[in-house]
């Protein structure tokens, strides 16, 4: 498919890699892979038993008293797919396109984030002819579920002085700080009843979804969210029941759907529907400029018998789902614009012995990163549930010395005739992990444009990607 497109060692190993299942947790066929590449063109590597793989090259010819540079990006992807798409992320390649300017998947996300920080890594391995210091690549894995990779993988070995890091999604951003993160997991014990009635499932979706560290503040809806102020209006009014209810796919993406089964006696069908389409109808008009394709989906499966929620264990999911916080927490005071805290509610479950919420948190500050934690740890464990942490990650501070960011500055503006943005982003990156374990490297991310990233709308530009791929090969040509 990317076939004749430029640069195309680039774009060949990208579209290699698209035929290699890689999402988070799925990662051992990726990681061999690389391994096998490094044994190919005789450069050392390692490859630990969670799949981290490093692999060095020395410098060209003549470059050898040069300070080493490190390239670094991860293995695995956000694996999320349209409802009616029946991809196997476990064993299907993806289905890629070319639409004009865009590499796109169908019905699928992509994986340029961040495949293209592999493909820019082998290609540039690959090409002895491009002049480069000492290099060390270092591909992590699970990175997009709390940066397990990074936060466990051995560098004692590591030379290099500064590190590329090539997981941004927009051309002519220089990023020097990110947010810290972690998620947060909410369980809360149920219990079921036997019941009669008509059963009823309800569909949020339509929604645009998206990175909740790139786009948490765009207002997107949050389809979770929505569940909980339409099952509250729904009990307020309706003797019902909840059968079942799920949404969301990642805890770092907004999710764009939710699913509830319900049953009402035959008496309250009507008004049911009734509320169900009022309850649209106020939801399209909030969110009718940043998510127009809201809808609210109601079928009627008919009568039935089920296990359903008893009243105690129902009103206490509602109440959790209404109360727990979600979105921007805070707005930084140092950086205009720029998110310092937010929370995404990213997935719900509905089990046989537990209702479960899962969170993203990020914040730029520390204290503020816990203290968001420890609201969701209260509101769970009061209403008798159980609280835990997974994934926490350290922030990426500012460096206002940094010689890397100036040089990248230099190049930039000497190739394209205007300066870089320089930018701290709410998203989370692996720098800060990596600049626990080597506090003296000097760190920058770049990389080039992509949109709707964690989506099944994903795509990478082709020209950008050649762009900086130019823009890499010249940093590492002046490099000293």
């Known amino acids: 498919m990317l076939e004749g497109l430029d640069p195309q060692s680039v774009f060949t190993y990208f579209e ?44 060209s010819k003549g470059r050898e008293t040069d300070a080493g540079v490190i390239l670094q990006g991860h293995l695995d992807m956000v694996a999320v797919k349209e409802a009616d798409s029946e991809h196997d992320f476990t064993k299907d390649a993806l289905p890629i396109a070319v639409h004009d300017d865009w590499i796109m998947s169908t019905k699928t996300s992509l994986g340029g984030d961040d495949g ?5 890594a082998l290609a540039l391995l690959a090409d002895d002819s491009i002049s480069h210091p000492h290099l060390e690549v270092i591909l992590t894995v699970d990175e997009e579920v709390g940066m397990e990779g990074a936060t466990a993988i051995d560098l004692s070995m590591i030379k290099g002085k500064y590190l590329l890091n090539l997981d941004s999604e927009e051309e002519g951003i220089i990023l020097t700080s990110c947010a810290g993160g972690l ?77 509830i089964e319900l049953l009402v006696t ?62 921007i927490q805070n707005m930084s005071m140092d950086i205009p614009g720029l998110v310092e805290t937010s929370l995404n509610i990213g997935i719900v479950r509905l089990t046989k012995e537990y209702f479960e919420l899962t969170a993203s948190v990020r914040s730029s500050v520390k204290s503020r990163k816990y203290a968001v934690s420890t609201q969701l740890k209260y509101l769970t464990e009061f209403l008798g549930g159980e609280y835990s942490v997974g994934g926490d990650y350290p922030e990426w501070e500012y460096k206002r010395d940094s010689k890397l960011q100036k040089l990248a500055s230099s190049v930039y503006e000497e190739m394209f005739g205007k300066k870089p943005e320089i930018q701290a982003i709410h998203a989370g990156l ?20 992509m949109k709707d990233i964690h989506t099944p709308k994903e795509a990478l530009s082709i020209s950008s990607t050649r762009r900086m791929w130019e823009y890499l090969i010249a940093i590492l040509e002046k490099i000293s």
């Open 16 to 59: 290699e890699l698209t035929r290699i299942p890689h999402g988070s947790g799925n990662t051992k066929e990726i990681s061999d892979y690389c391994v096998a590449f490094a044994q190919k063109h005789n450069l050392k590597y390692y490859q630990d038993e969670l799949n981290n793989v490093i692999i060095v090259k020395e410098a």
């Open 116 to 120: 293209i920080a592999i493909a820019y």
């Open 183 to 259: 998620g947060g997991s909410m369980k809360l014990p149920v219990q079921y009843d036997d019941a009669e009635g008509i059963s009823y499932t309800i569909s949020i979706k339509g929604l645009l979804g998206g990175h909740s560290g790139g786009e948490i503040h765009k207002e997107r809806a949050n389809a979770i969210k929505l569940a909980g102020r339409l099952l509250y209006t729904l009990n307020s009014s309706l003797e019902l029941g909840v059968a079942a209810l799920s949404g969301g796919e990642k805890d770092n993406a907004i999710p764009r759907q939710c699913s």
């Open 266 to 327: 035959e008496q309250e069908t009507e008004e049911l529907e009734a509320l169900v389409k009022s309850c649209e109808e106020t939801f399209r008009k909030e969110y009718e400029v940043s998510d127009s394709g809201l809808q609210l989906e109601i079928v009627n499966n008919g009568a039935c018998a089920k296990k359903v929620l008893t009243p105690m264990a129902q009103e206490k999911m509602i109440f959790l789902l209404m109360n727990v916080p979600n979105g």
């Open 430 to 449: 692996e720098c800060g992990i990596l600049l626990e374990k080597c506090p003296w490297l000097d760190v920058i991310s770049f990389g080039p444009d």
